[in-house]
């Protein structure tokens, strides 16, 4: 993982020309995708890559007596905010573990499509009322401000971001909202002595469990990857170099940006 001392923005900081070094291996902070054609998969065979998998956070459930504490009665809203799988896989949990039958007039209002199709795990879609956003936060708001009169129940976990909640509050919309999961820092102790050459990181959370497991990282010639505007926001904010970028119009995905790099810094253009 490299030399384990912090060294400020300025000190490690060099043009991006002398950053620009042959990429051999990659450390992705998600689980490894089951999909053996996945893009990632296509990108090591295409550039020959290491690419290994590592999720730097993990979930923890919340116990039934920790979500009652909270006095939120899921049976006095009508409708249910999800912006993540894990919020719906939860939300259910403790409905079932509070004994709790959620009617079948609920309305469910999804961050994307991958989210709302994944609520047929739990229920059966084509009779219920299931709004969805194209793929962004904001997307989603969009949807909400149709729908002001419903009262929402926002299940997310004990870190989240501030974006919903707070378009909520400013809507004057009413919702109750409520910590059904724990987000906390992976044990990446086995990776002291590992190198990459890149590391990609999707959320602040990422960023956060690298100092919770090596303090007194130095970036050096690690080169860092970053997804969403919050994540590149949060490298900065650590003091880290922030190398590649996405999603950005010449790379919206994060496989699209590394290719990016990785054909400058290996010269393959």
């Known amino acids: 993982m490299g030399a ?68 939120v009665d899921i049976l006095k809203h009508t409708a249910v905010i999800f912006t993540s799988r894990n919020a719906v896989d939860h939300f259910f949990r403790l409905a079932i573990d509070s004994k709790i039958e959620i009617p079948t007039d609920m309305k469910y209002f999804c961050i994307s499509d991958q989210t709302s199709n994944y609520l ?37 976990s004990n870190i989240r971001k501030n974006d919903i909640p707070d378009f909520l509050k400013e809507n004057n919309i009413d919702h109750s909202e409520v910590v059904i999961y724990k987000t906390v820092a992976s044990d990446l102790s086995d990776l002291t002595e590992v190198n990459y050459d890149v590391i990609a990181f999707f959320s602040p959370s990422g960023i956060n469990s690298l100092f919770v497991n090596f303090p007194d990282f130095v970036q050096n010639n690690t080169r860092i990857a970053a997804f969403g505007p919050t994540t590149a926001k949060a490298v900065r904010d650590a003091g880290l170099i922030l190398d590649i970028e996405a999603p950005l119009p010449n790379a919206p995905s994060m496989t699209g940006a590394l290719e990016y790099y990785v054909k400058k810094a290996n010269n393959l253009s």
């Open 120 to 156: 047929q795990k739990y229920i059966v879609i084509r009779k219920r009322k299931i709004f969805t956003g194209e793929r962004t936060a904001n997307d989603l708001m969009e949807v909400l401000k149709k729908h002001k009169d419903e009262k929402y129940i926002f299940p997310c």
């Open 4 to 71: 384990v001392t912090m060294k400020s923005n300025a000190e490690n900081l060099v043009v991006d020309g002398e950053r620009l070094k042959k990429v051999s291996k990659i450390l992705v902070s998600q689980p490894e995708p089951s999909d053996e054609n996945s893009p990632y998969t296509k990108l090591a065979k295409k550039y020959n890559l290491k690419i290994d998998f590592r999720p730097f956070i993990t979930v923890e459930a919340i116990n039934i007596k920790e979500f009652r504490q909270q006095k």
